[in-house]
Structures are given as C-alpha cells and as structure tokens.
C-alpha cells in the first residue's frame, strides 16, 4: 500500500468511492444533475467520463446520465484516489495498555481521513503496520487532535468506554495540552495571555482570525528561550480552550507567527517544502 522515495511515504493510488443516500429534495432529478450537485468539485469532463465507464451507480447497479433518480436510494461514484504525499518520519507508539495508545505523531500526516487524505493518516498507518494495537472491533478512537503540520504526542483510545472518559476530561479542563513553537522575534518574558475570540475567515484553504464576533478562545504563553541568531524564540504555549488554528493564530495576533507557518505569517525555511514543521505537541 506504501511507497517510499527521497523522504517521503506514498500511497499506491487506488480505486474509492463516494457514496450517499439519494435525499428527498434528488427525488425525480437526473443522474448526472444529482453527481453535479453532490459533488461540485468535479470538473465536467469527469462526470461525462465516469458515466462512460460504469463509474455511477444506483445500489450496485451503473446507470446513464439521464437516468432518473429517486430518494432513498444509494449512490456511489467510483474513482481512482492520487493521495498527497508526507514525510517518510515512523509513526513510533511510546505507550500501550489495555485502554490507550501513546503515539509520536511526525509532522505533515494528518491523524484521521480528511480531504484528500485517507490512507496516508496516523490511524490507517497504525492500522496497517501495528494491527495488533487495534481494539477488538479494529478501529482505534480519536480523542483529541493535532493539526497536520504539527508533531508531538497523541493519545488514542482503544474503546468507545475510555474515549468517551477521555473526552469528558478535556471537555471539563481537566486535562492539560503543552505545546512549544519556534516564532518570529523576540518574545515577551513572563506568562502571556490572549484571550482574543476566533473565527473561520476563509474556507479553502482554511485560514482563521482573531475577530470581536468569533468564539471565545484563550491561550497562555511563556518563553523559553531566545535562539542564537537574536531573531527567534522558543515558545511554551498552553490552549486553554480548543478553537481551530487557536496557537497559530494567537502567536500572529501577538505579532510572534510561528516561523515556518506560512499560513499566519511565517516564512517557510524551505521554498521548496510542501510540509514545513510549526510544533510540537509535548
């Protein structure tokens, strides 16, 4: 299923599907009409080559663009899946009982599907290099995330029971995420607090900021060292609540973005490198 060249991890492309229940408000429109509306990223061309090729389905069966829908139904679109590459970093576990798993999350893999990731996730690749380490019904529990651009420590539960408990305890503050990140200048000493509310600015990609309207968010800072070259610092940084990006755009506000996050105001070191490491996760 992987490939590994030059530093990165790839996956095989492979063949995937979409699928849905056809809704009420489909009932009576055409295939084609449906897929478009489905699915709107699809440029025309794919969808007149997916009817071509029994890539459309109703329940199993491939139907023609003017084939007439109805609600209830399933609808399936088949296609071939070219996942982004990540850096070739081992996904190494640090702890294992009989209710949690400890992971060292290497940079630039995302921990669940999302977008154009699937199989190039931490939870498939523990899946398919440590099978073992899954729960009785083969499917390990996300209980917190990290952003993909970030490394650092994750915790993974091994049942529905633990990653129900383990949520409660985040959700009841009683459970504290550490992180440190290399930012621009030179930092404030002593403890720092942003209590800026934040907001989603944009969608694709998505990019969030601070804004009087957005949810409140609150994260507290101490540095850590200024580096030798007198232009950046080390930064502990302790989000006491868990809003989107919620470091990341706190250290833009405070005038500190992280060096490599080019998002929020960063520089990558690297031009040429699709996956710059932000921070980590202590």
Known sequence: MYQFSKGFRLVVPYVDRHVCVVKECWNGLKAEEVLKLWLPFLADRHVECAFETSRVQIDGIPVNPHTVLRSGRKLEHHFHRHEPEVLWDPVDVTYVDDQIIVVSKPCSIPVHPVGRYKRNTILSILEYEKPHLLAENKQLRVVHRLDRLVSGVLLLARSSAVASDVCNLILQCKVTKEYVARVKGIFPSGRVEVCDPIRILQEDPLVCGTCPQGKPAMTVFEREAILPNQCESLVRCWPVTGRLH??????????????????????????????????HAL
């Not at 060096?259 to 921070?279: C, E, K, L, M």
């Open 246 to 279: 919620q470091i990341r755009v706190h250290l833009k506000a405070l005038g500190h973005p992280i060096v490599n996050d080019v998002r929020y105001g960063g520089v990558s070191a690297n031009p040429r490198q699709a996956t710059p490491h932000i921070f």
